[in-house]
């Protein structure tokens, strides 16, 4: 019978190692996708936007802005979803509203939460301004932005 060295891993041990490695690197897989992310100051958590109803015709969305509506005071926010997308739209100035893609820019997940003046996205934590540009990680690209016209108590925007 031949002697194998001690510093030979058996086929055995090798499957056992493997298995332990895998479920290691699940675990970490796991944790880095459990949608808290530690370093956004929302911890990925924020207030879900209200909800206002958008006309469509062609490409554009228009929303009426009543006295009663969320959008009637300067700093608010609100999600608009239509036939064409979902879209956030914020006050920003008493006649100035701006208008972006719903679509957060690091996982194409969509962006319903507002706090402190910024879009959060929930799934990862990312923070945007009401402008679109990215504020907090780990989105690294601005949100899609439309011009908007604001008459009488109608704002509007083409897609």
Same mark, same amino acid.
């Given at each position: 019978?031949? #002697? ?8 055995? #041990? ?14 970490? $897989? &796991? +944790? ?8 956004? /100051?929302?911890? %990925?958590?924020?207030?879900?936007? /209200? ?9 554009? &969305? ?20 239509? +036939? $064409? %997308?979902?879209? *956030? $739209?914020?006050? &920003?100035?008493?006649? +100035?509203?701006?208008? *972006? ?5 690091? #996982? ?28 907090? %990680?780990?989105?690294? +690209?601005? $949100? ?16």
């Amino acid at each position: 019978m031949k #002697e194998s060295p001690s510093n030979v891993t058996t086929r055995r #041990e090798f499957c056992a190692h493997a298995c332990y490695a895998s479920l290691a690197a699940a675990g970490v $897989l &796991v +944790s880095a996708c459990s949608g808290g992310n530690p370093t956004s /100051p929302s911890g %990925g958590s924020a207030p879900p936007l /209200p909800t206002v109803a958008g006309t469509v015709a062609g490409r554009t &969305v228009s929303v009426a802005v009543s006295s009663s509506s969320t959008l009637a005071s300067v700093g608010n926010a609100a999600m608009v979803q239509t +036939s $064409l %997308g979902t879209f *956030l $739209l914020a006050r &920003v100035a008493q006649d +100035s509203f701006t208008a *972006l893609t719903a679509v957060c820019t690091h #996982e194409a997940q969509t962006v319903t939460g507002f706090s402190n003046g910024r879009y959060v996205c929930n799934v990862h934590g990312s923070q945007f301004s009401t402008s679109g540009a990215v504020v907090a %990680g780990p989105a690294n +690209s601005s $949100l899609r932005q439309y011009p908007t016209s604001f008459a009488g108590d109608i704002v509007s925007f083409t897609v």
